[in-house]
Each structure stands twice: as structure tokens, then as C-alpha cells.
């Protein structure tokens, strides 16, 4: 079985600072997705970044990048230069490669709030 | 924007009541997968469509089922609504090669009273 872990339920960052939110992640397939969303209140997830498995380098995306550390089974997202709009929930989601389906498990989501 | 859409936006049941949600996937997705979210948690898969066949099922019971049409939209079917249903309902759609990165629409809020 999949799980993600996200411990963090809150989250406050002033404007143009950086912030990491943490990720941590199980599973014994050897190949998955990682993935990182984004839930403003309107309730649309938007998706920010992707990390494979076995990818040799960190995924990074503007203003966003993921913190893999394959060893440890973290996936942390660091947003730098926090803007207003980006206070929203935040979800770490993993994808295995099984045989079937290719359903997303998620994370119990962490709450950004970045302040003036 | 990501393209995909979900109807209604918002609705309003009762107890034991029916339900069908719709979801039109983006351009060129051919796979569609519809999640559970309910208030304060992260979403939680139900099943997903692939070529119109279910392609892998989460832990719901068989009241929850759904369709996938030849254009990849979809239809999520609630029969025999309970009071614990009543969350918002994410569709996401896919290709099944690549990333496979899952694209969600809007969603769908349901209270079941």
C-alpha cells in the first residue's frame, strides 16, 4: 500500500520569502510519480510539479521546485519568493506504476498562508 | 485553466436520493479518474475510465459507479445518497503514457441533507 504523509496542517510565510512545505512517502515499488497540487478555496486542484522516481535531478518549475530525497522518502516543495496568491491548500500526491489503475494517493494537505 | 469541467457546480440532495455528475475531459485526454474529497481532507480516489472500460476502483462501495462515453467524458453515478457522502467531487483527466499527470476540473460540492 501507498501512503503520504504530510505533517504540517498550517503553514504562515511572509510575502517574498521562501517556505517548504514537507512531504514524506512509502512505498516498495521501485517506480513512481510524485506529485504536487495546489487548492486555492474556489476548490480546483492545480497541479505544480512532478518528480519521478528516477529522475537524477530535483524538478523544478518557476517559482517552485521539489526537495527529492530518494534515500529519506521526502518530497518537500519549496515555493521562494511567496506571493499572496499562493495562500491555498497544498497536496503531496504519489502515483505507482502497478498493473491497474493509475490513482493518485494523497496527502492530508497543508495550509499556506503568506502574509503582507 | 486546465480544460476539464464538471456539472453541476454545486448541488443539493436528500437522504436516499440519486445523484449523476458530469465531467468533460481536456482535449486529447483519453482517461479519466473522479476523487472524493471530503471537508477538511485530501481527496480520495473512487475509480477511473479508460477507453470506456473502469480501469481500477479505491474503496467504494458498488452504489458509487460511472460511465466514460467514445468523446472520454464521463458520469459519476451516486444511487441510494447518505448524509457522509456529501463532500466535493473532483474529476481528472489523462493520458495514460508520459507523466500521466492528472489535470482536475472544478469539482463538484454535494449536500446530501
Known amino acids: 500500500a501507498q501512503k503520504i504523509t504530510q505533517t504540517q496542517p498550517g503553514m504562515f510565510v511572509q510575502e517574498k520569502e521562501a517556505v517548504t512545505l514537507d512531504c514524506t512517502y512509502d512505498t516498495s515499488d521501485p517506480s513512481y510519480g510524485l506529485f504536487w497540487y495546489k487548492q486555492p478555496s474556489s476548490g480546483e486542484m492545480i497541479f505544480l510539479i512532478y518528480q519521478g522516481s528516477y529522475d537524477q535531478q530535483n524538478a523544478t518549475e518557476g517559482r517552485y521546485s521539489l526537495n527529492f530525497q530518494k534515500a529519506r522518502k521526502s518530497a518537500n516543495l519549496v515555493i521562494s519568493a511567496s506571493q499572496l496568491g499562493d495562500s491555498a491548500m497544498y497536496f503531496c500526491?504519489?502515483?505507482?506504476?502497478?498493473?491497474?489503475?493509475?490513482?493518485?494517493?494523497f496527502g492530508s494537505g497543508t495550509r499556506l498562508q503568506v502574509q503582507p | 485553466e486546465t480544460g476539464v469541467t464538471q456539472s453541476p457546480t454545486h448541488l443539493i440532495k436528500t437522504r436516499g436520493q440519486q445523484v449523476t455528475l458530469r465531467c468533460s475531459s481536456q482535449?486529447?485526454?483519453?482517461?479519466v479518474s473522479w476523487y472524493q474529497q471530503a471537508l477538511g481532507q485530501g481527496p480520495q480516489f473512487i475509480f477511473q475510465?479508460?477507453?470506456?472500460?473502469?480501469?481500477g476502483r479505491g474503496n467504494f462501495p458498488p452504489r458509487f459507479s460511472g460511465l466514460q462515453f467514445p468523446n472520454y467524458s464521463s458520469e459519476l453515478n451516486v444511487n441510494a445518497l447518505e448524509l457522509d457522502d456529501s463532500a466535493l467531487y473532483l474529476c481528472?483527466?489523462?493520458?495514460?503514457?508520459?507523466?500521466?499527470?492528472?489535470?482536475f476540473g472544478p469539482g463538484t460540492r454535494l449536500t446530501v441533507l
Open positions: 482535449s486529447g485526454h483519453n482517461t
Open positions: 500526491a504519489m502515483r505507482v506504476r502497478d498493473t491497474g489503475r493509475r490513482a493518485l494517493t
Open positions: 475510465y479508460y477507453r470506456e472500460e473502469e480501469n
Open positions: 481528472a483527466s489523462s493520458l495514460t503514457s508520459g507523466k500521466n499527470t492528472q489535470y
